[in-house]
């Protein structure tokens, strides 16, 4: 059966789902997107996804097409629509089709897109042994912050892991941690856990402040400051928090063994902490 997506006020299989060929999404990247988790039909942390896909259109300067109220009925409506227990569900703006011409089109009307997928979170072997990862310089534009659709820079350097079998990429800028192609990179030395701060340097995960809440509120010390690059490679832990993954520990860094070389107990620790909360959520939520 085909998979039912949302594209410009109709539900459609996906293989209906058209876009013309000058929709600026297609041309230059110009849109912007969110990926909410479901977990037992239920989205996580709607509130604070809305909160950031709101942001990303206020910072590409574009309408937001719906209200919150209006997002909200969309995604549910897909989480009825889509078969999986947990679902991934991807929204996404584009400023629209019009002449292509770099400065914004007066008229076009934006393009929205949404659609579900099952969710695939990370495998027990993965949450076990860990993930490995390679360094790079982080040599993407000066607005991380965005949630943009211009994702090449990303592409390219998940691929530089790809080539060489890892998980994600550790980026660098100026000598400092960023964060990894789709995901925030937390350390952990001496038992304090470090995370850079939210600026134009990173993505603000919506998993970030999850770890983070969880952290401050059962008393594991956390810092939030610019990590630098000899930190992370000599610390005790490195993790990596998504939507998706959630949060992983990371066990090579550039083929080196991170700490013991095994998923380290602050990473086992904040991963019990993210498994229960989950679960008392949705518990709240039934
Ligand atoms: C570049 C980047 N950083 C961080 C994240 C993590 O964000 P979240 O925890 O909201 O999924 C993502 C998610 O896709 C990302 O693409």
Redesign the pocket.
Known sequence: MSEIVYLNGEFMPLENARVPVLDRGFIFGDGVYE?IPVYSRRPFRMPE?LA?FRRSHDAIRLDYPLSDPEWTRLVHELIQRHGADDQSIYLQVTRGVAKRDHAFPKDAVPTVFAMSSPLSTPTREAIENGVSTVSAVDYRWQR?DI?STSLLA?CLLRQVAADSGATEVVMFRDGFLT??????VFTVRNGTILAPPKDHR??P????DVVLELANNNGLPCEVRPVSEQEVRSADEIWV????KEVLAVTTLDGKVVGTGRPGPVFRRIHQLYQEFKRTIMRQAA
Do not use: A, F, W
Not at 205 to 208: A, D, L, N, S
């Open positions: 990926v996804h950031r991380c949630k990303n964060e990894g192609s789709s995901s925030n990173v993505l995960g919506i998993t970030y928090t998504s939507s998706t």
